[in-house]
């Protein structure tokens, strides 16, 4: 009895430790692949930040967070010689970069209340030339 009550807390500590980082590995693999596909979206010409930022939104429907809760930032450098085409990668010319960047807080997306990783923000990135 003494051996269990030293030994359980240990044990389901560990368990619900090993679920979290589970879980937010993931989670950080949807990111990255919606940032992806936000990313290839991004460099086709004839595109828009609302088309992008769609894109993003079904390709994570899986993870079924609250869309509100996802930050997407689309950001267009560009490509030394173009005009700045202000973020929007409708108006991006050949070269310039687009980036994409999806961020979710971990709290919305835990299986279990706790203090593993609270306060971490997950995000997935892409950085692609526009086409």
Do not use: W
Not at 90 to 104: H, P, Q
Request: with cysteine; aromatic share 6%; charged share 20%.
């Amino acid at each position: 009895m003494v051996e269990m009550a030293v030994v359980l807390p240990l044990f389901v500590t560990l368990v619900f430790g090993i679920i979290e980082f589970g879980q937010a590995f993931m989670v950080l693999q949807i990111l990255s692949n919606a940032a992806r596909e936000g990313g290839r979206a991004a460099i086709v010409n004839g595109s828009s930040n609302a088309e992008v930022t769609q894109i993003i939104q079904d390709a994570l429907t899986v993870t079924k967070v609250d869309p509100s809760d996802v930050t997407i930032t689309i950001t267009v450098t560009p490509e030394t010689g173009n005009p700045d085409p202000g973020n929007e990668v409708g108006n991006a010319s050949k070269r310039d970069l687009c980036t994409v960047e999806i961020s979710i807080p971990f709290s919305d997306i835990s299986y279990v209340t706790g203090r593993y990783l609270e306060g971490l923000p997950l995000r997935g990135q892409v950085s692609m030339r526009h086409e």
